[in-house]
């Protein structure tokens, strides 16, 4: 996280990377949150996704976050 800082990486993309290295402590403590963690971090990221499209006024007729993981 430490190099995405150096980076200049947006601070939500480190957030959701920092979310992201926290699920194998979930796993192993709370493995019944396991399943909405990863889906809090997935709509985190979608939304963040949506807004930098916004931002760069991007159009994707078929995006691929429409397709269930």
């Known amino acids: 996280m430490r190099i995405l ?3 200049g990486i947006s601070e ?3 957030e959701l ?4 290295t926290e699920l194998e402590d979930i796993e192993s403590l709370l493995p019944d949150k396991l399943k909405c963690e990863i889906q809090e971090i997935k709509k985190k990221a979608m939304g963040e996704l949506s807004q930098r499209m916004l931002r760069e006024n991007v159009c994707i007729i078929k995006k691929w976050l ?3 993981i």
């Open 17 to 20: 990377v920092g979310l992201g």
């Open 12 to 14: 939500n993309i480190i």
């Open 66 to 68: 429409d397709n269930e």
């Open 5 to 7: 800082t150096e980076k």
